[in-house]
């Protein structure tokens, strides 16, 4: 090393060097005790995305309320219309002909209500 040379030229020797500070342990000991120190980790270490879907569990719940009250509420409105027209189908006067007694069910307001949503000016 005095003559500026960082590596002798004998390579045989710095490999047998490696290899002796790279060496795996020879005793059962130190395996037994690093795979029981990996264990613990891994019983200790959270995982993330369970963390991250338990944070979602309460407003998911919320959402699916909502959607299950709007959709309770559609579904209700839509049979009472239904139920509405038939009624006055039923009711309007068995001497007109059918194509007449189908219109009175949309006379008035609910006419109006419906031409406007679609958009309708007839």
Do not use: C, K
């Not at 027209?85 to 109006?112: C, F, G, H, K, Y």
């Amino acid at each position: 090393m005095s003559d500026g040379v960082l590596f002798p030229n004998d390579d045989d020797e710095v490999v047998r060097g490696l290899r002796s500070l790279y060496a795996a342990p020879a005793g059962d000991a130190y395996w037994n005790e690093l795979e029981s120190r990996i264990m613990a980790r891994v019983s200790d270490v959270e995982l993330g995305w369970w963390t991250e879907l338990d944070r979602w569990v309460r407003p998911a719940m919320v959402a699916a309320a909502v959607l299950l009250l709007a959709a309770g509420a559609a579904m209700v409105r839509a049979h009472q219309a239904e139920a509405d027209i038939a009624a006055d189908n039923m009711l309007s006067s068995p001497s007109v002909p059918v194509s007449t007694t189908i219109r009175p069910a949309l006379q008035d307001d609910r006419e109006a209500r419906i031409r406007y949503l679609f958009g309708s000016n007839r």
